[in-house]
């Protein structure tokens, strides 16, 4: 049993960035799911796909390079929130990551979404991760 599955999902990704691949697979979840989904609309992952093989099923993840130097689209991935130590932010104190550069994934009471859509919505939630 996982403690942490969103550390999990995180540290799937970090290694298989670090490794150059170009998928990886990752046990789903419906929280996983829309983090995927923010991943893609911000263009840090080439694609995804939802496949529903056993009772839990799987998403695999198509991770994006840089065509010609081979960079990774997502450079950094840090979990914030901790099921030890929970981070919540309200509208006022939203984090800005890499001053505007990078994305901040919230859960809210509206669904899983970036910093800025959050701030557009006027919620705040809890500070699932930072992804530059």
């Known amino acids: 049993m996982n403690t942490d599955p969103i550390a999990d999902y995180l540290t799937r990704v970090r290694n298989a960035i670090k490794a150059n691949h170009r998928v990886v697979e990752i ?3 419906n929280l996983k799911k829309e983090i995927t989904k923010v991943l893609f ?3 840090y992952i080439a694609n995804y ?3 529903e093989n056993n009772p839990q099923g799987s998403i695999k993840i198509a991770l994006k390079y840089h065509p010609i130097s081979k960079i990774p689209a997502i450079r950094t991935l840090t ?3 901790k099921p030890g130590l929970r ?3 309200g509208v006022d104190s ?3 990551v890499l001053n505007g550069l990078g994305i901040a994934i919230l859960s809210t009471s509206k669904g ?3 910093d800025k859509e ?3 919505q006027n919620v705040g939630g809890e500070v699932l991760c930072y992804v530059y």
């Open 87 to 89: 981070k919540y932010a």
């Open 41 to 43: 609309d911000k263009g």
């Open 94 to 96: 939203m984090p800005r």
């Open 27 to 29: 046990p789903a979840s």
């Open 112 to 114: 899983v979404m970036t």
């Open 118 to 120: 959050a701030r557009l």
């Open 49 to 51: 796909k939802f496949e």
């Open 79 to 81: 979990r914030v929130s």
